[in-house]
């Protein structure tokens, strides 16, 4: 296993897509591996993550970037192994980061390197400047789809101002709420299709997916991650198996040019 934490982006072109849930129960299933997982909400001005748990952190990111609290006084324990870097709602300072901040929020996160194996960045949907941040900062993307046109066509719009204007050309897609195989493994192939037309270069690598699952919604209005509130449903059976091929996941060699998350110790290594 690599010895510096991989960070992995969790990322979709729209809203309603099942994105954060699907970030919260990833960190679940590899902290119950016995892997050290952070999760960074990273959806700064419409955050969720502290909801879907029942959680209310004292602190936040705002508390790091406007009021000069540690990062290790926002660090906040969940109930499931795995820690939280909350974000804040409704503050429209946290929708779009300076450059400072940005740079702030690499050097506060690069202390976390000695304690973690796994950093999982859940960021805001669409194009905005903090998605697409956020995206170049993690060394793996996950893009989440689901079985509609306008996840397809915002999703290959996400993919295509990294790949145009930033040069990243490796996303993992992971399919969610599928009725089936079938379906899943059709919007993929929709979506790969498309950037074999339109994006040369981009590299699109199958997980599988989440089938649409009733115990989901119940745990979401419960507040509890769903591999927690029903670990044998099908949701969580197809969410254990992702988040073990994503245990075997190791850095890429070749990373982009783009800065990282403990980008000092990967430019030194390099």
Known sequence: MNTLPLVISVTSGKGGVGKTNLSVNLAC???LAGKRVVLL???????????????????????LFHEGAALSDILFDTPHGFRILPASSGM??????????KLELLEAVDELEETLDFLIVDTGAGIHDNVVYFNLAAQERIVILTPEPTSLTDAY???????????VERFRVLINMSP???????????????????????????????????????????????????????????????????????APENLDGNIKFFWKKLLFRS
């Open 29 to 31: 299933c590899l902290a």
């Open 41 to 63: 909400d990273a959806d700064l001005g419409l955050a969720n993550v502290d909801v879907l748990l029942g959680l209310t952190p004292p602190l936040n990111l705002f508390h």
């Open 92 to 101: 429209s300072e946290m929708l779009t980061l300076s450059t400072g901040q």
């Open 157 to 167: 719009a996400l993919l295509k101002v990294l790949k145009l204007r930033h040069g």
């Open 180 to 250: 089936d195989e079938k379906s899943a493994k059709s919007m993929f192939a929709r979506l790969h299709a498309a950037c074999d037309h339109f994006l040369d270069g981009v590299s699109l690598d199958y997980m599988g997916f989440i089938p649409r699952d009733t115990m989901v919604r119940k745990a979401v209005v419960n507040q509890t991650p769903f591999t927690v509130a029903s670990p044998d449903c099908p949701a969580s059976r197809a969410m254990k198996q992702i988040a073990a091929s994503v245990q075997n996941w190791e």
